[in-house]
């Protein structure tokens, strides 16, 4: 049976752009209410105006997901202003590229600590007040087609994905009996500010009409497309939300035959 979405609050991090602000604008037309996150509140305060034209309550919070404190306060903020939180969708990241050999331990640290540990302080923080509370839940992390496969540079930010991938997949089995669901989501190149920044910040040397030039076009797709999946996964939970049947039968073949992942290697950079 289709879960109800209908007045539950979903927590989103990186709200304000891209994926995190299409998925903010999808839960809103089927009736949630939004604890918006993101460091930009410019246009954090654009997406949550969004919602609130469809009707919807929504909180705000600012900063940086590596800041001590912020995942709780993000959870505190649902709490008080919003009456609690059903669902929770760790989404805030960015990519990085460079070959593995010329990674600095700092970046490659920091890269863990926005797309892992963040994701995971927050998914792990609210499984356990929803466990406390005795409430039923839904807890997505925003992975990627890259956590099946990597990409030429792509090393540690499939890492990243890969890890979330993992960690969620334990989750899902051991929160079952609490009634919480657990997914990964797994866009593939997604028309966003991810190709528009130099690592975590936006960067307006970038051309946004080259910024994708070199991804076919099979691979790109618009960050509705993934959010209308995710409001898909809130009503009929999957462990895993893909937009590409393509991508994820390669990830499989791939995953079967490695050799394969040396020919994608050389055609998609
Ligand atoms: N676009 C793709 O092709 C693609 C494909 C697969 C997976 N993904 C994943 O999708 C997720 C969302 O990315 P997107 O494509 O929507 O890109 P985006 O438009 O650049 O959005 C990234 C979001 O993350 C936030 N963020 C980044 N670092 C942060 C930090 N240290 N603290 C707090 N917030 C931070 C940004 O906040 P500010 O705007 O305030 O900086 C922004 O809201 C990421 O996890 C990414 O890895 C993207």
């Given at each position: 049976?289709a879960r109800?979405l209908?007045?539950?609050?979903?927590?989103?991090?990186?709200?304000?752009?891209?994926?995190?602000?299409?998925?903010?604008?999808?839960?809103?037309?089927?009736?949630?209410?939004?604890?918006?996150?993101?460091?930009?509140?410019?246009?954090?305060?654009?997406?949550?105006?969004?919602?609130?034209?469809?009707?919807?309550?929504?909180?705000?919070?600012?900063?940086?997901?590596?800041?001590?404190?912020?995942?709780?306060?993000?959870?505190?903020?649902?709490?008080?202003?919003?009456?609690?939180?059903?669902?929770?969708?760790?989404?805030?990241?960015?990519?990085?590229?460079?070959?593995?050999?010329?990674?600095?331990?700092?970046?490659?640290?920091?890269?863990?600590?926005?797309?892992?540990?963040?994701?995971?302080?927050?998914?792990?923080?609210?499984?356990?007040?929803?466990?406390?509370?005795?409430?039923?839940?839904?807890?997505?992390?925003?992975?990627?087609?890259?956590?099946?496969?990597?990409?030429?540079?792509?090393?540690?930010?499939?890492?990243?994905?890969?890890?979330?991938?993992?960690?969620?997949?334990?989750?899902?089995?051991?929160?079952?009996?609490?009634?919480?669901?657990?997914?990964?989501?797994?866009?593939?190149?997604?028309?966003?500010?991810?190709?528009?920044?130099?690592?975590?910040?936006?960067?307006?040397?970038?051309?946004?009409?080259?910024?994708?030039?070199?991804?076919?076009?099979?691979?790109?797709?618009?960050?509705?497309?993934?959010?209308?999946?995710?409001?898909r996964?809130l009503r009929r939970?999957?462990?895993?939300?893909?937009?590409?049947?393509?991508?994820?039968?390669?990830?499989?073949?791939?995953?079967?035959?490695?050799?394969?992942?040396?020919?994608?290697?050389?055609?998609?950079?």
């Amino acid at each position: 049976m289709a879960r109800e979405l209908n007045n539950r609050t979903i927590v989103i991090t990186g709200g304000n752009s891209g994926i995190g602000a299409a998925t903010a604008v999808a839960c809103a037309r089927v009736g949630m209410d939004v604890l918006l996150h993101g460091r930009d509140e410019e246009r954090l305060a654009a997406v949550a105006e969004e919602v609130r034209q469809l009707g919807r309550r929504v909180a705000l919070v600012a900063g940086d997901v590596t800041e001590p404190g912020l995942n709780e306060r993000l959870l505190d903020v649902a709490e008080t202003e919003l009456g609690g939180f059903y669902a929770v969708f760790a989404n805030a990241g960015y990519g990085f590229k460079k070959p593995a050999h010329e990674l600095s331990m700092d970046e490659l640290r920091r890269l863990f600590e926005v797309n892992f540990f963040a994701c995971y302080e927050l998914v792990a923080t609210a499984a356990r007040r929803l466990i406390a509370t005795q409430r039923p839940g839904h807890l997505l992390m925003c992975s990627s087609g890259l956590a099946k496969f990597t990409l030429l540079n792509f090393s540690a930010y499939s890492a990243t994905k890969a890890a979330q991938n993992h960690v969620c997949r334990a989750m899902r089995w051991e929160l079952r009996r609490h009634d919480i669901e657990v997914a990964s989501v797994h866009p593939i190149t997604t028309r966003t500010d991810f190709f528009l920044r130099t690592g975590e910040e936006r960067d307006a040397s970038i051309d946004p009409a080259q910024a994708y030039r070199h991804v076919p076009r099979w691979l790109l797709q618009k960050p509705e497309t993934v959010a209308n999946a995710i409001v898909r996964c809130l009503r009929r939970p999957v462990p895993e939300v893909w937009t590409s049947l393509l991508a994820r039968t390669a990830a499989g073949l791939i995953t079967i035959f490695p050799r394969l992942a040396d020919v994608m290697g050389r055609r998609i950079r």
